[in-house]
């Protein structure tokens, strides 16, 4: 390589590292906080199948409770798949961010959640199931199994329902990022009962479950 073209070669590095760097730091604060809503958000995604998933003790989908840690400790109560779950639950799950409005180091991002109706779902699951506890049936999944059994039918049902649910809901809400002294920007979602809501098709979650599980005593 003579000097012309070694001159060029290093010109055309320097010009690849000045577009980098440029567009880096014109990336804005509003950009960066709903990338960071973007990122917690992708984690709500199903993956298409299970060979495109990492080992559990690093893979996002797999890792956590989702940040919902009341609604995991009372399906956990019933032995209820905590992956199973979110996979039925989140099948027909999107989401699209919109506006973000930066004040210092917050920001209001607004996000539009589509997905079913866990309520929906949880009620409609709880109608076959009063029609199976009439059932002699009921009796043998009871004896056999007790409530957590019992539980275990019930839910069955609201995956069935959740996969078959065609009227999707969808809710808008304002979700509250931080920035950190070093300049990046976080979104944690736990504890946020609005955002919850929206992610479960407009449900009020716990709600929900406990009506579910009451369902059971009678049985």
Partial sequence: MDNRMRLRA???????????VGLAACTSDEDKAKKAVSGV????????????????????????????????GVLQTYGVDPDEWHRHCFSHFS???????????????????????LAGAVEAAGTDFAAFA?????????????????FSKLVQGVYDHLGADEDLVSTTVSLTCTKDDDGTWTFDPAGNEEFFSALYGGSDVLAGLSAAANDTNGA
């Fill in 10 to 20: 290093v010109a055309a590095g320097l010009l690849t590292l000045v577009l980098v």
């Fill in 41 to 72: 958000l992708d984690g709500y995604v199903v993956p298409a199948d299970d060979n495109q998933r990492k080992k559990p003790d690093d893979d996002a989908w797999a890792s956590a409770n989702f940040g919902d840690e009341a609604t995991m």
């Fill in 95 to 117: 989401y699209e961010v919109g506006e973000a409005v930066v004040e210092d180091k917050s920001a209001a991002v607004s996000v539009t959640v589509t997905n079913a109706s």
């Fill in 134 to 150: 009439q059932t002699d049936e009921v009796q043998t999944v009871s004896q056999e199994g007790g409530r957590p059994a019992l």
